[in-house]
T-cell receptor
């Protein structure tokens, strides 16, 4: 019963390095999401994919790109990491819009 | 714009009931959600209520929705140490993929 799986769980990068965060879901959900969580700020949506083949910007898309590789997988890429991108990143999926979102365990990313 | 507000902390004694409150501004919400986040973990969907309902009960959890006042609450009966976590309220808006999130309420259990 895997649900939403994120890799890696932890990562340390140097400023300017690039990195791709992976996310896969096995619930046959149409919609997938990437969030970042910072202390005292709750969750902020970076990008989402309403269905396979589509992606849209969320609240804080700058500095990130995404790829909806297929129905199962949705990746998040940092092209040139900055210290301000130090955060915990969560991937989520839902059957459709307005349906409950199910979360992965997160990727803890530190950028030095 | 849309906003969801929660108190940052709630402290209760073990065995008492906990009531976590949330207010929201958008009246076109479809679902309202409660998520639980334990330290170092992801967000776990606890329960949710459709916007045309007033109440939903699930074992120790009771959700109350007052649409007139745009107020949502989560009651946890017989609070245990395992309930210690951050609880997030979130609202979904019809036709919008983005959930509107509160900042979370940290529930602290006193022995």
């Amino acid at each position: 019963n895997a649900g939403v799986t994120q890799t890696p769980k932890f990562q340390v990068l140097k400023t300017g390095q690039s990195m791709t965060l992976q996310c896969a879901q096995d619930m046959n959900h149409n919609s997938m999401y990437w969030y970042r969580q910072d202390p005292g700020m709750g969750l902020r949506l970076i990008y989402y994919s309403a269905s396979e083949g589509t992606t849209d910007k969320g609240e804080v898309p700058n500095g990130y790109n995404v790829s909806r590789l297929n129905k199962r997988e949705f990746s998040l890429r940092l092209e040139s990491a900055a210290p301000s991108q130090t955060s915990v990143y969560f991937c989520a999926s839902s059957e459709d819009s307005n349906q409950p979102q199910h979360f992965g365990d997160g990727t803890r990313l530190s950028i030095l | 714009g849309e906003d969801v507000e929660q108190s940052l902390f709630l402290s209760v004694r073990e065995g008492d009931s906990s009531v976590i409150n949330c207010t929201y501004t958008d009246s076109s919400s479809t679902y309202l959600y409660w998520y639980k986040q334990e330290p170092g973990a992801g967000l776990q969907l606890l329960t949710y209520i459709f916007s045309n309902m007033d109440m939903k009960q699930d074992q120790r959890l009771t959700v109350l929705l007052n649409k007139k006042d745009k107020h949502l609450s989560l009651r946890i009966a017989d609070t245990q140490t395992g309930d210690s976590a951050i609880y997030f309220c979130a609202e979904s808006i019809s036709g919008n993929y983005q959930l509107i999130w509160g900042a979370g309420t940290k529930l602290i259990i006193k022995p």
